[in-house]
């Protein structure tokens, strides 16, 4: 995966894009970091990781499981409320490279409608389960209007490893436009969140989220409200945007 990790967008030119790095050329004198908090909701652990944001101040992005999502709908409607970006992590969390190729797909559509059934929004960004991708699964997100996201500092806070291990391994891994991955339901990283929050911010960093990083959609769904009518999706192979290099990052 190292290596995929480099790429910062368009891996596969005209059928979709991959984004591992925030645009920094907009804020070159501004550290920016996005938090990103994949396999949720959790009951017990979501609301923990929300106070613990808002207490902080801190807008994150949460990479939600749609299966769980349907579960646990509240969840989803707080993580919305509280500003936060909602985004598609698949519906059942399977290993997306190794599904028949006609079902693949169905994981980023299930999820995304379980979200817009929950929110009244599309989600504009999906993570592989994994991180695990080709070229039809980044294809298939792009026609549900999806950007993939991946990142640049995993915790690896789904191995066992202790709170300070976590904290030490975001500390060392994050550096500007970086996006940050933990996970929601492991405790260990519930414990080691407000000091990672509270280091980066000494280092200077500024939290974004997704949404306001790439404000720009690559498809104009319509919201719940006002129409119950779905948009085309872009075609398979239609070109996407570039991505906005003038992106600007709101202050905090
Ligand atoms: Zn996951």
Redesign the pocket.
């Known amino acids: 995966m190292a290596s995929l990790l480099c790429v910062f967008f368009s891996a596969f030119p005209g059928e979709g894009t991959i984004l591992s790095k925030l645009p920094t050329s907009a804020a070159a004198s501004r550290k920016v970091v996005a938090l990103t908090i994949?396999?949720g909701p959790h009951p017990g652990y979501t609301e923990r990781i929300l106070s613990l944001l808002a207490e902080h101040e801190v807008k994150a992005t949460f990479f939600l499981v749609g299966k769980m999502a349907a579960t646990y709908p509240y969840l989803v409607r707080k993580i919305a409320a509280q500003g936060h970006t909602v985004a598609n992590?698949s519906h059942y969390?399977n290993n997306l490279v190794q599904l028949p190729p006609e079902n693949m797909p169905f994981e980023w559509i299930m999820c995304n409608s379980t979200l817009y059934s929950i929110t009244g929004t599309y989600p504009k960004f999906c993570r592989p389960?994994?991180g695990n991708y080709n070229q039809q699964v980044v294809a298939a997100a792009a026609k549900e209007g999806l950007r993939m996201v991946l990142w640049t500092a995993n915790a690896g806070d789904c191995t066992g490893i202790s709170a300070k291990t976590i904290e030490q391994k975001v500390m060392s891994r994050t550096n500007s436009g970086g996006i940050i991955l933990i996970h929601d339901g492991v405790e260990a990283t519930i414990e080691a969140l407000p000091e990672i929050i509270t280091k980066l911010r000494k280092k200077g960093f500024e939290f974004v989220t997704l949404d306001q990083a790439f404000p720009t959609s690559i498809t104009d769904r319509p919201a719940k409200a006002s129409s119950k009518t779905t948009s085309p999706a872009p075609s398979k192979g239609q070109a996407l945007p570039e991505e906005d290099a003038s992106s600007s990052y709101p202050t905090q």
Do not use: A, M
């Open positions: 994949d396999d992590h969390h389960p994994g």
